[in-house]
T-cell receptor, first 114, second 110 residues
Framework: SQTIHQWPATLVQPVGSPLSLECTVEGTSNPNLYWYRQAAGRGLQLLFY??????ISSEVPQNLSASRPQDRQFILSSKKLLLSDSGFYLC?????????????FGEGSRLTVL | EDQVTQSPEALRLQEGESSSLNCSYT??????LFWYRQDPGKGPEFLFT???AGEEKEKERLKATLTKKESFLHITAPKPEDSATYLC???????????FGRGTSLIVHP
């Protein structure tokens, strides 16, 4: 069966510090991968998605970036965090070639920027 | 641009008190409408996909229905363990990537 792992679960970072969130998927090949952010009182905001290694699409211009160095690994990064980057970050995957929008989410990473 | 509006924002029910959650949407060519359940501090869990008006899906005490403009998530005789935030999402046109609503927070009191 497929599983998705996301870490760290919780982190508190000072403004201006770097960020790295990691997500890996097991049990499937060539998944579509996504990074969403969920802020208090707001819906899920799509940040990045990837349909293959090295292929990243950005939905929201900001100081975040994403990379997919391996087929089932997706990394969210920032060189300098802003207060507005605080939120609940969710990684998700869907089956390659399946265009029905069924996403499977990780447990999330809660980021607090102070 | 796809738009998804969920109502109410919050709903409190007594155990056994049936009710419905609403999801209104505006899209150009619906590819699919999705319902997810999200427990506090967790990632959303996929529940249903509906593809066309008139379609219905059921899972335990939950039943999702779809019209051309909205979807309803009916909860029959809810239990406290049904307490969660329910998210609605749509995918349309050439994109399979869903756009999410803000969710309805459901609390079921014993």
């Amino acid at each position: 069966s497929q599983t998705i792992h996301q870490w760290p679960a919780t982190l508190v970072q000072p403004v201006g510090s770097p960020l790295s969130l990691e997500c890996t998927v097991e049990g499937t090949s060539n998944p579509n991968l996504y990074w969403y952010r969920q802020a208090a009182g707001r819906g899920l905001q799509l940040l990045f998605y990837s349909v293959g290694i090295g292929q990243i699409s950005s939905e929201v211009p900001q100081n975040l970036s994403a990379s997919r160095p391996q087929d089932r690994q997706f990394i969210l990064s920032s060189k300098k965090l802003l207060l507005s980057d605080s939120g609940f970050y969710l990684c998700a995957w869907s089956e390659w070639g399946r265009t029905t929008g069924e996403l499977f989410f990780g447990e999330g990473s809660r980021l607090t920027v102070l | 641009e796809d738009q998804v509006t969920q109502s109410p924002e919050a709903l409190r029910l007594q155990e056994g008190e049936s009710s419905s959650l609403n999801c209104s949407y505006t899209v150009s060519g619906l590819r699919g409408l999705f319902w997810y359940r999200q427990d506090p501090g967790k990632g959303p869990e996929f529940l249903f996909t509906l593809y066309s008006a008139g379609e219905e899906k059921e899972k335990e005490r939950l039943k999702a229905t779809l019209t051309k403009k909205e979807s309803f998530l009916h909860i029959t005789a809810p239990k406290p363990e049904d307490s969660a935030t329910y998210l609605c999402a749509v995918a349309s046109g050439g994109s399979y990537i869903p756009t999410f609503g803000r969710g309805t927070s459901l609390i079921v009191h014993p």
